[in-house]
């Protein structure tokens, strides 16, 4: 392929697709035209299914730059292929004269993602760049999402905003000032309105593009067929079926469209507050703001309408749309590098890396802290479509198929069933013509051997089983937006599963306490609520180092935190908004103890009262907080203590960080094995480390401080011990799903150990296995990548004990295949570095540790997808059960996604529990197993039907017969419509089994069973046809003799006309030129002819067959 003429877009992306360029060619087109017409529009509908046919057959290859019409490719496995028209936005060559008549012309309502970055352009470069503007941008609309023609990389691009190759320097230094108008109608131009339009399409088109889906089409074309065959009764039970699967269909689709539109449109359009370049305010509507616009976020808070990076003040936000955990999270502005004490450099902005510094679209922002005089604000980095709520509906309204052999394999029977019909096909029309059939005969004939062949009713009768699936789901609490992957959760042999909140509650309790004084651990205390550590730095690191808020009067924050704070018992005080707007400074955030804890003072005398009683007024003010970060493991905060010079650092989080951000001398020498010894247990394990900050650091400047800066020679203080109770059924569900053979699989973001600990209690590893962990360390210094194994028993990796030779495990995997996986009495468990390490450098270890890889800890919420994708590379049938919180990406990748959350998060999961327990997994897939099975029994009945019926009429048709009306409707109504829709009645069975069902039709059992009923059934038919022609009385009718219709007024009481013509020993007997003396001669050999009393039509000659011989 010309390299000029394909190109490729979203390169290393998930949604990576090739691209192709043509022109429309005139001749092309009338060519085609004249073939719609001549097909009578069959040509049309094939091109409408088929994108990549319409295209070529339409136009001429072009160069991508030039051309009219793109075809795209995704470059996945299932290779599909879209098509989007050429489109034109005009530039006018003056961006400030009439923005808005400029905007109404060139953009539809939806929002774009950005091809190139004019938000870090200064107004030289603006104006430098206005002076092209006369030329047109060529662009394209795929998916909701607009590529642009980019000149400096010769391809189409999707539109960017500040998340990508902006530096936080520049955040402060070119973009917090604001936009002039007239930038921002011009940036208003090139980004689109913001919004995020679910547009439900009207019952007309639903219904148009549901009609024109291929299996109707077929349908409607056997209606016609029948209908001109005078079969009438099947017809209309076909017309009637099709009506109704129609209707079912378009009121779940509508529903869905309705419920999605609803969710997006929830505060889509806000009036918001901007800053512009003169420090004027200006008040807009969200669909106006652009990446680049400054946005003051009100008091009272708001829903963001944009993804938005904080530059000042503080924020606290409900993210439950996006996270499915409704935990307040506060937001702190965006460290300055330029006035930071430890400059970081050109660090690029990240909206995932600066997460806790970002404001996402469709959150909601609950309060809000600020200075005097200046409000809190953001900067805009993404709009519409690009935002992170974007893309989850867009996730929603363009999924990714799913792949499963059932499906496959059901086409390429249909293809089959399609071949053994032409033969047929052909075989009637070679057989009518030597036997001088009339033309409009064999046409509706030959035709019909085709849907005879291919039942019509087969979609409605697949679809029952996965309808009646989804209700009895619905009564268990489990709800179901993609009906479609009920058959695949039948397939299920895997089971991923998130830790906290799913395996175990979830709250955490606070077991205890292990302090370290001069270098070692005391012992552990469980009550930390006494007078003996009230002013210990520990307990002020307990005290100040969390980020809980008040909202309405009642504290909130994350579970973990509250547990710590109301272990200690202490009081925390936040400013009002009126003691805030009196000072030059933010207001911290004060903590104290309750007076009941504090000593008693002790005066000396009356004139020395009051020295003594200010002591005891302890409180300790929260100055900066670094908040939790799951990519470092840790937060931070600055406190100062009330009365006191110096500020103190506070720091909490994962052991193994802590311990290495602190001094060497304070962190005791047996940590590794206290910490064992915790996370064996299962315990939760957080670590608090202290520093005394220099006295040059002043307010002003730990303000704009790094974290880095802050966070390192700590002093190590000693452990928090938090208990994780397993839920009560937890254990149970697990053993029924090994007892079915069905693997399970913990990932987690949790402590390593702690996970092994809890993966060992649930029964997810046997207490007689051995666990292995693989710690991949990346090429650094010259060196290459390895990886080390060691046993979990052991955490210290350089015991000889514990150490495992490189060189063995690859061996012993390598002799290792997915049957002996029950067999195995080993399992490895890793964290998340490791993984990628793994996945980046060992890659032809990937699919032999997928086999025998159960804990995976540590796990950042792309790295959980990651996972999903490398066990179904490895052939799993992967099902992912999670709270909702980190696990989105995994839930929409694995073949059965259910989430335990009922939030807004959970949309993209195909399925939603609506009790938070893991006992949902078998009933769905015991369902799913129900569900499958129906389709194959359904499948393979509609065959057997099929093909039995086709070798029936074949033979028929050989002496010029049919079978009669009632006999095809009391076959096809009476046997096969009843059986097929209540054979999906039945329920599932009440428990797992270890047997599951066959993945695809075209296996050995199945197509032995479908094949031999076939041959048995058409050799007793071939028998008993054959048997019968052999027979003395057997005689076949000439087919130049023809009975005239007075011949068939007798029989008009007696039996159908239709019935006696298709009768094997009286055919083709319907027509008015009958030579009445060779018609004699005829029937006297085989049959009695019975003249009637005379009468008023005794002059016509009135035949009575009556036959000779019963069968």
Known sequence: MDKEERKTINQGQEDEMEVYGYNLSRWKLAIVSVGVICTGGFLLLLLYWMPEWRVKATCVRAAVKDCQVVLLRTTDEFRMWFCAKIRFLSLESDPFSNPKSIVNKVWNGHAVHLTENPAGEDQRELSKYSQTCSQQMRYFTHHSVKYFWDDTIHNFDFLKGLDEGVSCTSIYEKHSAGLTKGMHAYRKLLYGINEITVKVPSVFKLLIKEVLNPFYIFQLFSVILWSTDEYYYYALAIVIMSLVSIVTSLYSIRK???????????????????????????????????????????????????????????????????????????????????VDVKGTGEELYSPETHKRHTLFCGTMVIQTRFYTGELVKAVVVRTGFSTSKGQLVRSILYPKPTDFKLYRDAYLFLLCLVGVAGIGFIYTIINNILNEVEVGTIIIESLDIITITVPPALPAAMTAGIVYAQRRLKTVGIFCISPQRINIC??????????????????????????????????????????????????????????????????????????????????????????????????????????????????????????????????????????????????????????????????????????????????????????????????????????????????????????????????????????????????????????????????????????????????????????????????????????????????????????????????????DSLEDLQLARYHFAMNGKSFSVILEHFQDLVPKLMLHGTVFARMAPDQKTQLVEALQNVDYFVGMCGDGANDCGALKRAHGGISLSELEASVASPFTSKTPSISCVPNLIREGRAALMTSFCVFKFMALYSIIQYASVTLLYSILSNLGDFQFLFIDMAIILVLVFTMSLNPSWKELVAQRPPSGLISGALLFSVLSQIIISIGFQALGFFWVKQQPWYRVCPSHLEVPRQCQDVHENRQNERDLARLPFVTDLSRDNLQTDELLEWMNSSVRVEPFPPGPSSAHLTVGVQFQHEF
Not at 296 to 319: Q, R
Not at 519 to 529: A, Y
Request: net charge negative; glycine share 4%; with cysteine.
């Open 256 to 338: 869905q469209y309705v419920m999605l539109h609803d969710m997006v449109a929830t505060h889509s359009t806000v009036r918001v507050s901007v800053c512009r370049v003169n420090e004027e305010i200006e008040e807009i509507f969200s669909t106006d703001l652009v990446p680049g616009d400054v946005m003051v976020i009100p008091l009272n808070g708001t829903v963001m309408p944009c993804d938005a990076v904080l530059i000042s003040g503080t924020c606290i936000v409900n993210e439950s749309m996006l996270t499915g955990e409704s935990v307040p999270v506060t937001k702190t502005n965006l460290p300055n590098p330029s």
């Open 490 to 815: 039948g397939q299920l042999n895997l089971v991923c599963f998130d830790k906290t909140g799913t395996l175990t509650e979830d709250g955490l309790d606070l077991w205890g306490i292990q302090r370290v004084e001069n270098m070692r651990f005391l012992l552990p205390e469980e009550n930390v609520c006494n007078e003996m550590l009230v002013k210990s730095q520990f307990v002020a690191c307990m005290a100040t180092c969390h980020s809980l808020t008040k909202i309405e009067g009642v504290l909130s924050g994350d579970p973990l935190d509250l547990k710590m704070f109301e272990a200690i018992g202490w009081i925390l005080e936040e400013a009002t908004e009126e003691e805030t707007a009196l000072h030059n400074r933010i207001m911290p955030t004060v903590v104290r103890p309750p007076k009941q804890l504090l000593p008693e003072p002790i005066p000396a005398g009356n004139e020395e009262m009051e020295l003594f009683e200010l002591p005891a007024i302890y409180e300790i003010g929260i100055v900066r907080q670094f908040p939790f970060s799951s990519a470092l493991q840790r937060m931070s905060v600055v406190a100062k203590v009330l009365g006191e010079k110096k500020m103190d650092a506070y720091m909490k989080g994962a052991p193994e960080v802590i311990a290495s951000l602190c001094r060497p001398e304070t962190v005791p020498v047996d940590f590794e094995k206290v910490l064992e010894e915790y996370t064996k247990q299962g315990f939760r394990v957080i670590a608090l480390a202290h520093r005394k900050l220099e006295s040059k650091l002043t307010w002003h400047k730990i303000q704009n401080i790094s974290r880095d800066a802050i966070e390192n020679n700590m002093d190590f203080m000693g452990l928090i011990i938090m208990q994780n109770k397993l839920k009560q059924e937890t254990p149970a569900v697990l053993e029924d799903l090994h007892k079915a053979n069905i693997r399970t699989v913990m990932v987690t973001g949790d402590n390593m150990l702690t996970a092994v600990s809890v993966a060992r209690d649930c029964g997810m590893i046997l207490p007689q296995d051995k666990i292995i962990i693989a710690e991949a360390l990346p090429p650094k210094d010259g060196k290459v990548a390895k990886i080390n194994w060691h046993y979990a028993d052991s955490l210290t990796q350089c015991s000889n004990s514990s150490a495992i030779s490189s060189e063995v495990i690859p061996k012993k995997l390598a002799h």
